[in-house]
């Protein structure tokens, strides 16, 4: 069982917290995944598969999933099935289920119609039990000079993103993932602890059997996958291993 304390603002929290980061490609993911548990080494290139990271935030222990970003102008159907095998998965990485997720919007790019589906269609792929978990989070915060993101939010887009916010019970924050402040980060997790008070302190869950059949594919995949890189390392392995016996140790 989840032990929690109260806060100073009287909102109960949890010391052990489980997060889901999703968005598109170069959203700012990773670099939020990185504030979050403190890890100051950046991943190299971007990840094809969810990347568990674990980290302290203010004595608090912390679990994130970083998951690998849909293609901003993709719907549904035209993302890769092994890629929307990972969103689902996602879940799973952090057993029983997140407290939150963490749906990242970039502030510096033009928000469509398109881009508004394709958003909706990637997150219900979870339910859509999971807009009551969910927190819009906009990064790039510096980009918005002195607008404040009240007014950014009515005008971009068409109120697309208004939409979005309004989805997500009007839950969202605003950061610079590039320089956050303190108070940024606290104040997002002040945000998380009243998402996990407003459900009631329970998690996101999948269905289970549903997960089981999504992680029985994945497995097979892995495994699909291994076998190939052994294949190619056998194929490169071979001719050399016959030029060292054909040459001979007097050679």
Partial sequence: MATCEASESGVQFLFDLRIVLLGNRAAGKTSLANLITGHAEPHLKRTAQCVKMHGDFAG????????????????????????????????????????????????????????????????????????????????YRDQLQEQTLGKYIGS?????????????????????????????LTGLMEKIDAVVVGNGGCHFEMDRKWMYTV????????????????????????PLIRQGKNQGPDS
């Fill in 60 to 139: 608090r222990q912390v679990t994130v999933v970083d998951t690998p970003g849909w293609w901003k102008n993709y719907l549904v159907k035209e993302t890769p099935e092994f890629q929307k095998q990972e969103i689902l998965l996602s879940v799973a990485h952090c057993p029983p289920g997140p407290h939150a997720v963490l749906l990242i919007i970039r502030v510096d790019a033009l928000f469509k119609e398109k881009h508004r589906r394709s958003v909706q269609e990637h997150l219900e792929l979870l339910s859509e039990r999971v807009w009551n978990h969910t927190i819009v989070v906009f990064t």
């Fill in 156 to 184: 971009e887009g068409e109120s697309l993103l208004l939409w979005l916010v309004e989805k997500c019970g009007h839950r969202y924050h605003v950061l610079n993932t590039e320089r956050a402040t303190g108070t940024q």
């Fill in 215 to 238: 992680e029985g594919k994945m497995t097979k995949r892995y495994m699909r996958a291994n076998q190939r890189r052994k294949m190619v390392q056998e194929q490169w392995e071979t």
